[in-house]
């Protein structure tokens, strides 16, 4: 049944994470050209021949956008198997391992890129964020997963 309460917060996590793919991640001013002020990297977008790109390495860019889409991905297998709970829970278990990931890879992006020598300046995106309540809306989905799998067993106790 698709009108449970998990179900919409699964649907957060996958629009948390679709906003995710087209937000500034990361703000960044260089002290080389052009000086006019900050070069904006995403995660993904026409950004992607700035020079900045220079400095991260690609495997790094490549593995932000396949834990963006395969969380975004995960959420949404994870809503049409409402007849098995417990493969939910399994599948809700394994999106909150890809957002972890997803998190320590902007951390070490972070890292690489203040050790660049020609950053000046560094601001998180509002990006930043959606991870973090979309692990929210995860664990809210196990919760009530949980609880319904709490209330079927109950029921059967009853019979």
Same mark, same amino acid.
């Not at 020598?117 to 692990?135: D, E, H, K, Q, R």
């Given at each position: /049944? =698709?009108?449970?309460?998990?179900? %919409?917060?699964?649907?957060?996590?996958?629009?948390? /994470?679709?906003?995710?793919? #087209?937000?500034?991640?990361?703000?960044? *001013?260089?002290? !080389? !050209?052009?000086?006019?002020?900050?070069?904006?990297?995403?995660?993904?977008?026409?950004?992607?021949?700035? *020079? #900045?790109?220079?400095?991260?390495?690609?495997?790094?860019?490549?593995? =932000?956008?396949?834990?963006?889409?395969?969380?975004?991905?995960?959420?949404?297998?994870?809503?049409?198997?409402? +007849? +098995?709970?417990?493969?939910?829970?399994?599948?809700? &278990? %394994?999106?909150?391992?890809?957002?972890?990931?997803?998190?320590?890879?902007? @951390?070490?992006? &972070?890292?690489?890129?203040?050790?660049?020598?020609?950053?000046?300046?560094?601001?998180?995106?509002?990006?930043? @964020?959606?991870?973090?309540? @979309?692990?929210?809306?995860?664990?809210?989905? /196990?919760?009530?997963? +949980? +609880?319904? *799998?709490?209330?079927?067993?109950? /029921?059967?106790?009853?019979?």
């Amino acid at each position: /049944m =698709l009108q449970r309460v998990q179900t %919409l917060y699964l649907f957060g996590v996958t629009v948390c /994470m679709i906003v995710m793919f #087209f937000l500034p991640l990361l703000g960044i *001013e260089t002290s !080389q !050209q052009p000086p006019t002020g900050m070069t904006v990297d995403y995660v993904i977008g026409c950004s992607f021949n700035n *020079e #900045f790109f220079n400095f991260i390495p690609a495997y790094l860019q490549h593995t =932000l956008l396949i834990l963006i889409v395969d969380s975004c991905a995960l959420s949404i297998i994870t809503i049409f198997c409402f +007849k +098995k709970r417990k493969l939910q829970l399994k599948l809700c &278990w %394994l999106n909150v391992i890809f957002l972890v990931l997803l998190y320590a890879a902007i @951390a070490y992006l &972070w890292i690489t890129t203040q050790q660049n020598s020609n950053v000046t300046y560094m601001g998180a995106g509002i990006a930043i @964020a959606l991870p973090f309540i @979309a692990l929210i809306f995860n664990f809210l989905a /196990m919760r009530f997963i +949980k +609880k319904d *799998e709490a209330l079927i067993k109950s /029921m059967d106790r009853i019979r």
